[in-house]
């Protein structure tokens, strides 16, 4: 790269909030520029990297707009296998443990093309709603919300509705997830059908709540943190249809097939006191 483009793109930074340093294994920009091994951080709309002018061993450093951004390769978090793992087995509680640094110091970076941001706040919405953490849950999907991606746009939709449902707005709910598509949709349509359960839950229309949490189990199995939490909103349908052998059953799966997640303590309890005569 010539002094003279490097002199063009040089921007001042102490016009915006900066956040933290972060290394960046390659950066890629569309007129087909490659920056290696940089250290990066966020400034408004701009990326500041820094690199060394030709013929000199001194570096500057210099603003690139996110506009110009293909991609930036960023070094994997150490947490995210950990936490996908964790995810599997519905545990939710080792998930928010494991998210909760990342996404909230790397919140900055989240629309930067390359960024584990979205991946890893993912999985902390599906596990804050699957905790009943509704107004984090609500909280996050804004955010999430402001990544411009048709995936990001269906959670953040849905993950929104939680917060209708921690200020007991359960018509709001109904209404903003019928808006997602039931089937055939994608992870954002299982979290807008676990809060419509629980609004149909508390209005005590059992089999609407039933059949939206089954929609959840039979529809989306891959979205295993969320499996816990539908089965525990099943079984408590079935007992308000005072159908406790099925209510039963329910906690029974969670026991065996979810032990890592924190609804089976209590569904142990639960499935115990309904197997008793």
């Given amino acids: 790269m010539s002094a003279r483009s490097l002199t063009h793109m040089i921007l001042l930074c102490g016009v915006a909030l900066l956040v933290g340093i972060l290394r960046a294994e390659d950066i890629t920009t569309s007129d087909g520029q490659t920056f290696t091994n940089s250290t990066i951080r966020r400034s408004g709309e701009l990326l500041m990297i820094k690199v060394t002018m ?25 947490e995210l296998a950990k936490a996908l793992s964790a995810a599997t087995k519905g545990n939710s509680a080792e998930v928010l443990t494991l998210t909760r640094d990342y996404v909230s110091k790397e919140a900055a970076m989240k629309d930067v093309p390359g960024s ?19 107004v984090d849950c609500a909280d996050l999907a ?17 993950g929104t509705l939680f917060a209708s449902l921690a200020t007991g707005d359960l018509q709001a709910v109904i209404v903003g997830a ?15 059908q676990l809060a419509m359960g629980r609004a149909l839950l508390l209005k005590k229309d059992y089999v609407g709540a039933l059949r939206a949490f089954l929609t959840i189990k039979v529809f989306y199995p891959s979205t295993a943190l969320l499996q816990p939490a539908v089965l525990a909103g099943a079984a408590e349908s079935y007992v308000g249809l005072k159908d406790e052998k099925r209510s039963a059953q329910c906690y029974a799966q969670i026991v065996q097939e979810w032990p890592d997640s924190p ?3 209590e569904a142990k309890k639960k499935a115990g006191s309904l197997s008793q005569p």
């Fill in 263 to 265: 609804q089976a303590p």
């Fill in 116 to 134: 584990w941001w979205p991946e890893m706040a993912r999985i902390r919405l599906m596990a804050l709603a699957a905790s009943g953490k509704d």
């Fill in 178 to 192: 019928k808006a997602l598509p039931r089937l055939n949709g994608d992870q954002g349509s299982a979290l807008a």
């Fill in 142 to 158: 804004r955010q999430i919300g402001t990544i411009k991606s048709a995936g990001a746009d269906s959670l953040s939709r849905a």
């Fill in 54 to 78: 030709e013929g000199s061993t001194s570096s500057v450093e210099m603003g690139l707009p996110l506009a110009r951004i293909v991609k930036v390769s960023f070094a994997e978090p150490a």
